[in-house]
Structures are given as structure tokens and as C-alpha cells.
């Protein structure tokens, strides 16, 4: 299958920066499409950004102008670069991608998800 690893999160006063990054591994044959999702306490999920493999993007309203996801596609690796911080981006992030893989002896669609990355940002 294929794993995501999150890293980069952390504590920052609001106005802060942070970048996080999302590296997937495994028995990849192609990634279609990495996401940035993220849950707050006592909300639900909800999607913060997405790339597509030809670069194409979309963001929730709440970051855009704020926010940039990137991708590395010969890395499996994505970026959600996050300036001008406010505390209401406080939350647990997580990488999702979608794509396929090789199982063995066969191609497989594939959706993963990374363990998860705090991002807290409190003066």
C-alpha cells in the first residue's frame, strides 16, 4: 500500500508562518491528486487545499491569499506553505493522496491518509 508522513507543525503566534510537508512511500505507480485537510475540536474535517498532478489547485475561502500547496511529483511530496496564521487555523492536519499502485501483480486505485500534524497558533 502507500503510506503518507506528515512533518512541520507546531506552535506559532498568530501572524506566524509554518510549512508542512506530506511524503508519500510505498509501491506508488502514480499519485492523481494530494490534499491538505484539517479538523479543529468539536468539527468536522474539512478540506484546506488540493493539487492535482498537472499542478492544478483549489483552497477553501477561509486560507486563500494565505495558503499555498505545492507538490514535488518525482519526490510523492507535498507542501501547504501557511502564512499570516490565525488562530482559528488551530487544528490537526492531515495529508490525503490519491492515486494507484502496484499490488504484486496488478495496478490498484489508492487512498491514504497520513497519521496527522498539530498546528496550534496562540499568542
Known amino acids: 500500500q502507500v503510506q503518507l508522513v506528515e512533518s512541520g507543525g507546531g506552535v506559532v503566534q498568530p501572524g506566524g508562518s509554518l510549512r508542512l510537508s506530506c511524503e508519500a512511500s510505498g509501491s506508488i505507480f502514480s499519485i492523481n491528486a494530494m490534499g491538505w485537510y484539517r479538523q479543529a475540536p468539536g468539527k468536522q474535517r474539512e478540506l484546506v487545499a488540493r493539487?492535482?498532478?498537472?499542478?492544478?489547485?483549489n483552497y477553501t475561502d477561509s486560507v486563500k491569499g494565505r495558503f499555498t500547496i505545492s507538490r514535488d511529483n518525482a519526490k510523492n511530496t507535498a507542501y501547504l506553505q501557511m502564512n499570516s496564521l490565525k488562530p482559528e487555523d488551530t487544528a490537526v492536519y492531515y495529508c490525503?493522496?490519491?492515486?494507484?499502485?502496484?499490488?504484486?501483480?496488478?495496478?490498484?486505485?489508492?487512498?491514504?491518509w497520513g497519521q496527522g500534524t498539530r498546528v496550534t497558533v496562540s499568542s
Open positions: 490525503n493522496a490519491l492515486g494507484m499502485y502496484y499490488t504484486g501483480s496488478y495496478l490498484d486505485d489508492f487512498g491514504s
Open positions: 493539487i492535482t498532478s498537472g499542478g492544478s489547485t
